[in-house]
Nanobody, 121 residues
């Protein structure tokens, strides 16, 4: 069984930075796509927003709202993913979740438990 654990969330002032980490325990196969999602206050699980994703080859995609401010990266050797968040804004406040997916056999879709990020003065 694979478990994803996020860390690095917290309270930060507008304009500040945070670095989130997502570590996977258990066996993660190659060709996994990793992503960060966020669920804003008052939103339902189905309304989680994709913040950034990174393919097994290192190709990254970002939501328009975070382009130029957030950077996603991964360490395949250690099954770990990161999200460097700079120039944080109050509207970035949310619970951030990591997700690992693989579509080819053996397929899987794992979520972490989430870490709270609050941007406030």
């Amino acid at each position: 069984q694979v478990r994803l654990v996020e860390s690095g969330g917290g309270l930060v002032q507008p304009g500040g930075s945070l670095r989130l980490s997502c570590a996977a325990s258990g066996r993660i196969f190659s060709m996994s796509t990793m992503g960060w999602y966020r669920q804003a206050p008052g939103k339902q699980r189905e309304q989680r927003e994709l913040v950034a994703s990174i393919s097994s080859g290192g190709s990254a995609n970002y939501a328009d709202s975070v382009k130029g401010r957030f950077t996603i990266s991964r360490d395949n050797a250690n099954n770990t993913m990161y999200l460097q968040m700079n120039s944080l804004k109050p509207e970035d406040t949310a619970v951030y979740y990591c997700r690992f997916t693989r579509t080819r056999f053996p397929a899987y879709d794992y979520w972490g438990q989430g870490t709270q990020v609050t941007v406030s003065s």
